[in-house]
């Protein structure tokens, strides 16, 4: 299957700063990125869905100033979390598809930690 | 009613044992349906897709749609410790990027015993 990396693994950051993750497709041009956060033995709570060059659209009570997707290129997506608190502590993960594609794939994930 | 019904589990099963896994949906306009498999503290890694109903089977796996009935399973044969875990299905009804989304279901923890 496809190959979804995702930067960094893990990040511990205090309250107050921003932090930026990276969603890379690394063999396929991903027209379609979506950022998704899951608490702990929840299932994935859809946060925003991008295409290559256009706006993201958020889920409803996603703050879109606080959670800032890029998606500039066919191949990379970020994440900006922006004046973290420590309610944002949770695990974020990235996913992607080819246009048309059926198939999704998902990145293995980042581990937010705000102190 | 959830878009997409799933039994949380825990399904606890011995070694080399059949599993049954199975979720149920209201919308009948689901037309795309994915099977995959999460670990601990990692990304979900897609197991299996299939667009119609019947069967697919890969390896271990067979994924099972039935339409009409709005149900689909997956069934792990010879089941392994290492196959523990929690699956989740997810449905789409259009490849449309417009209207494409993935609904899930909210994962069965699946535990194999040695």
């Known amino acids: 299957g496809a190959v979804v990396s995702q930067h960094p693994s893990r990040v511990i950051c205090k309250s107050g700063t921003s932090v930026k993750i990276e969603c890379r497709s690394l063999?396929?041009?991903?027209?379609?990125m979506f950022w998704y956060r899951q608490f702990p033995k929840q299932s994935l709570m859809l946060m925003a869905t991008?295409?290559?060059?256009?706006?993201?659209?958020?889920e409803q009570g996603v703050e879109k100033d606080k959670f800032l997707i890029n998606h500039a290129s066919l191949t990379l997506s970020t994440l900006t979390v922006t004046s973290a608190h420590p309610e944002d502590s949770s695990f974020y993960i990235c996913?992607?598809?080819?246009?048309?594609?059926?198939?999704?794939?998902f990145g293995p994930g980042t581990r937010l930690t705000v102190t | 009613q959830k878009e997409v019904e799933q039994d949380p589990g825990p399904l606890s099963v011995p070694e080399g044992a059949i599993v049954s896994l199975n979720c149920t949906y209201s919308?009948?306009?689901?037309?795309?349906f994915m099977w995959y498999r999460q670990y601990s503290r990692k990304g979900p890694e897609l197991l299996m897709y299939?667009?119609?109903?019947g069967n697919k089977e890969d390896g271990r796996f067979t994924a099972q749609v039935d339409k009409s009935s709005k149900y689909i399973s997956l069934f792990i044969r010879d089941s392994q410790p290492s196959d523990s875990a929690t699956y989740l299905c997810?449905?789409?009804?259009?490849?449309?990027?417009?209207?494409?989304?993935?609904?899930f279901g909210s994962g069965t923890r699946l535990l194999v015993r040695p």
């Open positions: 997810a449905m789409s009804w259009s490849l449309m990027d417009s209207s494409y989304k993935l609904i």
């Open positions: 299939t667009y119609s109903s």
């Open positions: 919308n009948s306009a689901f037309q795309y």
């Open positions: 063999d396929f041009q991903a027209t379609t």
């Open positions: 991008s295409n290559e060059g256009s706006k993201a659209t958020y």
């Open positions: 996913s992607a598809r080819e246009k048309w594609g059926g198939e999704q794939y």
